[in-house]
């Protein structure tokens, strides 16, 4: 067990080593450098940039953002359901069934008050 | 090795946690943040909970961290920049405060206050089964009600958002 998440680790650390070394040592090493004005402006999407970057941004950003948490938890649940669902029996399909049930009252709702739409 | 590897995750962990708060700019804050519940994901692995270890990634780097950064966009923090940190009094307090949490925990986990019950799965059970089968198991049998409970939480959580994020809208 502690040696398959050994492998994960040392998965993780070539992968920031290999981004670090090809980022900051060989593509330095490789490149050119010959820097203007035109090439160092904030590239966005090829138009000039218009004002900062710190705008407000609109709360329905937040709305989707807290709607995905609440089924992200959902399926955080339902993971350990379905891993231990052929010792539980039909009667852990019910409360999940209930769980899932209260929870599509909240989807119901944002969905009717138009807090998905995007206007 | 197991015990370096402690050391180093514990050490990420506090260095990211103080980075979180020394950081003017709020979105480099939420980046620390990401890396402290990274290592701490790291230290839930290390006591055998790796079902723990996987939400805390999920949800928490994941979903959680998302939701910050949007709060962080929406509150427009462009002042919060620039202001400098008071000393004085502020400090004090501060100070004094952590003072007091630090011997609390102390108290708590060098005087014997927290000693768990040993319960029906023992470690050794645990790792045979499975982490994330004896959560289950446990979760939908014995702690029934409060996982019901949860789903009428997150239910009050869309609810609310909406109702003050409407109002805005409007």
Same mark, same amino acid.
């Given at each position: ?30 490149? @050119?450098?010959?820097?203007? @004005? ?15 970057? *710190?705008?407000?941004? %609109? ?9 995905? #948490? ?15 669902? %052929? ?12 769980? #899932? ?9 944002? *969905? ?5 739409? *995007?206007? | ?9 514990? +050490? ?13 700019? &709020?979105? $480099? ?14 230290? $839930? ?10 939400? /805390?990634?999920?949800? $928490? ?18 002042? !919060?920049? /620039? ?6 009094? /502020?400090? +004090? ?24 019950? &040993?319960?029906?799965?023992? &470690? !050794? ?20 009600? &409060? ?24």
């Amino acid at each position: 067990m502690a040696a398959d998440y050994a492998y994960v680790g040392l998965f993780l650390l070539v992968g920031i080593l290999f981004v670090v070394f090809t980022i900051e040592v060989l593509s330095r090493l490789l490149r @050119p450098s010959r820097p203007n @004005p035109e090439k160092l402006s904030t590239y966005e999407c090829g138009e000039r940039p218009i004002g900062g970057s *710190w705008i407000q941004f %609109h709360v329905r950003y937040y709305l989707y953002a807290l709607v995905y #948490i609440v089924f992200a938890v959902e399926t955080v649940f339902l993971f350990p359901w379905a891993v231990a669902f %052929h010792r539980l029996g039909f009667f852990a399909f019910i409360e999940m069934m209930i769980f #899932i049930a209260i929870l599509l009252v909240g989807l119901a709702y944002a *969905w009717k008050k138009g807090a998905l739409e *995007w206007v | 090795m197991e015990l370096g590897l402690f050391i180093v995750l514990a +050490l990420v962990a506090m260095a990211s946690a103080i980075a979180v708060i020394i950081q003017r700019n &709020p979105v $480099y804050s939420a980046l620390y943040l990401i890396l402290t519940f990274l290592s701490l994901a790291g230290l $839930y692995l290390q006591l055998q909970a790796q079902f723990i270890a996987a939400i /805390q990634v999920i949800v $928490y780097a994941g979903a959680i961290m998302v939701l910050f950064l949007f709060v962080i966009m929406l509150l427009d923090l462009r002042k !919060e920049e /620039q202001r400098a940190v008071k000393g004085g009094y /502020q400090l +004090l307090i501060g100070l004094l405060l952590a003072a007091i949490l630090l011997g609390e925990l102390g108290l708590v986990f060098g005087g014997g206050v927290l000693k768990g019950v &040993p319960g029906e799965f023992s &470690p !050794e059970k645990v790792s045979a089964l499975g982490n994330t089968q004896v959560v289950g198991r446990l979760l939908f049998t014995d702690f029934l009600l &409060p996982f019901e409970l949860t789903s009428v939480i997150l239910l009050v959580a869309i609810v609310g958002a909406i109702v003050l994020a409407k109002r805005r809208l409007d």
